[in-house]
């Protein structure tokens, strides 16, 4: 194993002091080797009664700010964030032996934000948030189409379909965040950063 890291650790690490640059080498290497959706994360919630849910998402955006996926407003998830923003993510690339885990709180993000994204979507996808009531119940699946059918008839303009209200992003600053890479013998490797009561990020080795 290559280690030219000063913490001792494998070169992917890259001794790096901002965790999102980090980031950002690990997922466009990710990219390369996915199959698919190498922006897919899994993200865990939870009501205040302690209740806990964990789901896939994908990951549109980030940035020193935080990290942004889109749901509807009237979801589980956003169920659960509006009574407890505290919420993790965790990637995992089988193709690199990686992790990250992230963990923070979740705010809305503006509706600018959101404008722009929703009009990059395909047709098809802003009629769907249109006619998915996202985790309701259906009666049948023919509900669902029509409903499709009678909003495709509503926003016949294809570059015209306005973003529904309860249909936006969420964005999770990271408090910490956490890099692992697969070890022989399982002795991994493993690199935490913390953020600090000055905004900046401190370093951590972990044992396995």
């Known amino acids: 194993m290559n280690q030219k890291n000063s913490l001792g650790l494998n070169i992917c690490f890259g001794d790096l002091e901002n965790p999102i640059k980090l980031f950002k080498a690990w997922f466009e290497e990710a990219k390369n080797t996915e199959i698919n959706d190498a922006n897919a994360l899994a993200l865990a919630t939870s009501k205040k009664d302690g209740i806990s849910s964990v789901r896939m998402v994908l990951l549109k955006d980030f940035n020193d700010s935080g990290f942004v996926f889109y749901t509807n407003f009237n979801s589980k998830k956003s169920e659960d964030l509006n009574s ?43 009629i769907g948030a249109w006619a ?24 016949s303009d294809k570059d015209n379909v306005p973003r529904p209200s309860d249909w936006s ?6 408090k910490e ?32």
């Open 84 to 126: 407890n923003p505290n919420a993790s993510m965790c990637f995992h690339w089988k193709s690199l032996l990686r992790q990250i885990r992230i963990t923070g709180k979740i705010e809305k993000i503006s509706n600018e934000e959101a404008d722009k994204y929703y009009k990059t979507r395909s047709y098809e996808s802003r």
């Open 132 to 155: 998915s009531k996202q985790s309701k119940i259906l009666n049948n699946r023919e509900e669902l189409y029509q409903a499709i059918k009678d909003y495709k008839k509503k926003y």
């Open 169 to 174: 992003g969420w964005n999770l600053n990271p």
């Open 177 to 208: 965040i956490e890099f692992w890479l697969n070890g022989e013998h399982r002795i991994h490797e493993r690199l935490l950063y913390k953020k600090n009561k000055d905004g900046k990020w401190d370093r951590f080795l972990l044992s396995p």
